[in-house]
């Protein structure tokens, strides 16, 4: 690619931004950085595994779920409809509450429950983010899949069909594929929300990224400056996930062009 | 009180041992936040999608700046920068200019971030809606001698509504369902109302399923209403 020239007027912003970044970085406290920075990575990691495992989770059940909206029986379709509709319409911070204060009010009471192997992941506050997450990255992402399904042409799969393919070779071989590759775009914006929605695990007491600046907080008595970092950490992470479905989508359609 | 022997409808009643009352507050509260940061975002979108499309390279330029923050970064984070940070600074500003200190409440706040967030969203609906608008029908709105301000309103925005309307429903819901957000500074909408009569009673899963019923109500009677207002603005043209 061509180097452009920067037209003037963005390199004075440029300037006045990175002026702004030099006077934050020189007349604010950062010296807790140091103590905090084991803590801080620990906060990162928990954000990134939560998102890519309830991303990725999220994804494999919201496949049934778009795919049965879309060609399902009746009542399939309907129960599929249904959760969709609910996760769709009440926020998820009620989720994770509904599910951890709420179902995890009721796990003590059954009996068996207590003794089995289960126990121990029950008393912690993780598998309840972790299925809050995945459920409603399940219930936002099957709505888009069924659109995906939906749209792929007809005549692929009568084509695929006329040539005697099997019907679970032909969604595995044509209409999965095609299906992805239609949503792939919208994927880039559903995983930054589901980036956003991490820190809302913290309300129970999961120790992401935003829950150790919130004990940054407490213990300093700072006001700007962990919050301003903990902005920049999201903004970063937000920046990486555009450019890697940047750089994912033009594989994708290098591949699809044939080359 | 003993919570723990009354029945459903007890517990759910309006007046005080039951805790229904409480959670229809929460509801309006809810409601109130979320409408007033709605329309305070609608403004801001119009704003943006006219600078967007009409501004200097500079006001384009921290336009984006603008909507690729908001976007990028959680609004939980937002929430606590607009609660804690900027009333400090802003005293501190005050201060220093001999003035006093000003309170930021939480349901000023609340709309305050609601607003931004939605802004930031509709500033890219509103924008791509205007751009469908076919450039002969402003163009003839000024050979006919119309002037910018009048245009606007006469050709522009009942133009661009049928393209703008599904967004902008979107936005009402996720607009009803950040306010939810606002439980972690401490103010009592529907899901902290939810939260703080489950933990007075113990009945968590009765009274958070209850919210999330109110929840559900309202986006879909919502969803109804952006039906109608969609089937109006798109009267006359081929329902495909």
């Known amino acids: 690619m061509a180097e452009r020239r920067l037209p003037?007027?963005?390199?004075?912003?440029?300037?006045?931004?990175?002026?702004?970044?030099?006077?934050?970085?020189?007349?604010?406290?950062?010296?807790?950085?140091?103590?905090?920075r084991d803590a801080i990575l620990g906060g990162l990691w928990l954000t990134l595994v939560l998102l890519v495992t309830t991303s990725v989770a999220g994804f494999l059940l919201a496949i049934p779920l778009g795919l049965v909206q879309a060609t399902g029986p009746r009542p399939l379709a309907w129960l599929a409809r249904c959760f969709c509709t609910l996760i769709r319409g009440t926020p998820l911070l009620l989720q994770i509450w509904l599910l951890y204060?709420?179902?995890?009010?009721?796990?003590?009471?059954?009996?068996?429950?207590?003794?089995?192997?289960?126990?121990?992941?029950?008393?912690?506050?993780?598998?309840?983010?972790f299925v809050a997450l995945t459920l409603s990255f399940a219930g936002y992402e099957g709505e888009v899949m069924r659109g995906g399904f939906a749209g792929v042409p007809r005549g692929e799969l009568e084509a695929a069909r006329s040539l005697g393919m099997h019907p679970l070779t032909i969604l595995r071989r044509i209409w999965l594929p095609r299906a992805v590759q239609?949503?792939?775009?919208?994927?880039?914006?559903?995983?930054?929300?589901?980036?956003?929605?991490?820190?809302?695990?913290?309300?129970?007491?999961?120790?992401?990224?935003?829950?150790?600046?919130?004990?940054i907080r407490q213990e300093t008595y700072l006001v700007y400056e962990p919050l301003l970092l903990m902005a920049l950490i999201y903004l970063i992470l937000a920046g990486l996930i555009t450019l890697a479905f940047g750089a994912l989508e033009r594989s994708w359609s290098r591949r699809a062009a044939g080359d | 009180m003993n919570y723990r022997d009354m029945s459903m409808a007890e517990l759910l009643a309006l007046a005080p041992p039951g805790w229904g009352g409480v959670l229809l507050d929460g509801l309006w509260l809810s409601l109130q936040v979320a409408g007033?940061?709605?329309?305070?975002?609608?403004?801001?979108?119009?704003?943006?999608?006219?600078?967007?499309?009409?501004?200097?390279?500079?006001?384009?330029?921290?336009?984006?700046?603008?909507?690729?923050?908001i976007r990028a970064v959680p609004e939980l984070v937002l929430i606590l920068l607009l609660y804690f940070a900027v009333p400090e600074a802003?005293?501190?500003?005050?201060?220093?200019?001999?003035?006093?200190?000003?309170?930021?409440?939480?349901?000023?706040?609340?709309?305050?971030?609601?607003?931004?967030?939605?802004?930031?969203?509709?500033?890219?609906?509103?924008?791509?809606?205007?751009?469908?608008?076919?450039?002969g029908q402003i163009e003839a709105a000024y050979s006919l001698g119309m002037s910018a301000a009048k245009t606007f309103r006469r050709i522009t925005l009942p133009a661009m509504l049928p393209g703008a309307l599904p967004g902008l429903s979107n936005l009402w819901l996720i607009a009803t369902k950040d306010t939810a957000l606002l439980a972690v500074v401490g103010f009592t909408e529907l899901t902290l109302a939810a939260r703080?009569?489950?933990?007075?009673?113990?009945?968590?899963?009765?009274?958070?399923?209850?919210?999330?019923?109110?929840y559900l109500l309202v986006s879909l009677i919502s969803n109804l209403v952006f039906k109608a207002l969609e089937r109006r603005a798109t009267r006359g043209m081929s329902h495909g």
């Not at chain 1, 204060?101 to 983010?129: H, I």
């Open chain 1, 182 to 215: 239609r949503v792939l775009p919208t994927l880039n914006g559903e995983l930054i929300i589901q980036l956003k929605a991490t820190p809302l695990v913290a309300t129970i007491a999961a120790v992401d990224t935003y829950a150790v600046f919130g004990r």
């Open chain 1, 101 to 129: 204060y709420g179902l995890g009010s009721l796990f003590p009471y059954l009996p068996g429950v207590r003794g089995s192997w289960l126990w121990p992941y029950l008393t912690e506050a993780w598998p309840y983010a």
């Open chain 2, 196 to 214: 703080q009569a489950a933990g007075a009673t113990k009945h968590h899963l009765l009274f958070l399923c209850a919210a999330g019923v109110l």
């Open chain 2, 90 to 135: 802003l005293n501190q500003l005050l201060v220093m200019v001999g003035q006093g200190e000003v309170e930021i409440g939480p349901f000023a706040a609340g709309i305050a971030v609601i607003a931004l967030v939605q802004g930031a969203y509709a500033t890219e609906v509103m924008r791509g809606a205007i751009r469908a608008i076919p450039d």
């Open chain 1, 8 to 36: 003037p007027h963005r390199l004075v912003l440029i300037a006045i931004v990175g002026l702004g970044v030099t006077m934050m970085v020189l007349q604010m406290r950062w010296d807790w950085l140091l103590d905090y």
């Open chain 2, 36 to 69: 007033g940061g709605y329309l305070l975002g609608l403004l801001i979108g119009m704003a943006g999608a006219a600078g967007k499309l009409s501004g200097g390279p500079v006001i384009r330029d921290l336009l984006a700046c603008y909507t690729t923050v």
